[in-house]
């Protein structure tokens, strides 16, 4: 059947992109190449330590999973913002939407910077400010195959500019969803997956290319209801909802490490919602290795406010994000 052929298809996908090596010579592969894209994307999935392949559902599965966005209804707008310390901010906007007969599509916005960096040149002397700006956009898009499959893909359009100098990147990701039961989700997702993605430097003084590595995330979401649905408005949503999940990604293959993210999330009554969890890579709990990470969130009528908490070795990151569903 066609959904057995398209599992098989993937999973020999995903293979290849975890034993595959970019071909491209002359290449300089910078660890903080198109930085902006480690970051994640919306304050629930980063509550949840990033565990977000399989339990994507929104909007912000433009960036986790694109195969969720095939789970969204009508149209979805997400803005998230974060200080990072006190020069560098993080910030994401999307807008999704579902056209029911076609699939759902999402545009995506991602932007890292430093602002107002003072040139001084060789005198104390304030001569100027220069940006740092490290932006991504995303074209994605989600659609059901059958009620047990659905499949993705994001084109990733890249630019950094760093005071004169300035680079320019593409690439591209695929995900797919499997749902075998009501309560248990699987997610695959295979990024950069044509070998590598490419960022062109120039106005430098060699003008190197840089490689974003082929990557895989394998990620288990499992989602219980707890007590009898209630009536609420014109439809019966469970007394609460308890749900588990799991990913692993290669993104540290190149140091021998595996990473992983675990996070839970409890929504009562569909109206707030508590998180928690963690990324680790290769299991190890030190502090350059473990990030845990909590959060809450609040959904009323059209709005859900979510908020997070990451910790890490040089302090704690604040998220704030909205979803708006119209």
Known sequence: MISKRILSFFLALLSAVVLSKPAAVHADNTAYAAEV????????PLAMGGAFA?????ATAAYWNPAGLALIDDVEITTMHAAENDLQSYDFV??????????SYAISYLRLGVDGIPLTGNTPTVTGYATYADQAGLISGGWKLSKQFAVGGTIKLLKTDAYTASAFGFGSDIGLLFKPMKELTIGLVARDFTGGSYIQWQNTTSNPTQILQPSATLGISYSQELGKREAQGNAEVPVSTLTVN????????DKSLNNYHFGVEYWYRHFVAVRGGFETKGFQFDNDSFTPSAGVGVWAYLFEID????????????????????
């Open 54 to 58: 399989a339990a994507a559902n929104d």
């Open 246 to 253: 799991f990913d692993a990604d290669s993104l540290y293959m």
């Open 94 to 103: 999307n807008l999704a939407f579902n056209t029911e007969s076609a699939g």
């Open 307 to 326: 908020y997070a908490y990451v910790s890490n070795s040089i302090g704690g990151i604040h998220y704030i994000s909205l979803i708006t569903r119209l």
């Open 37 to 44: 894209l480690t970051k994640g994307a919306g304050a629930r």
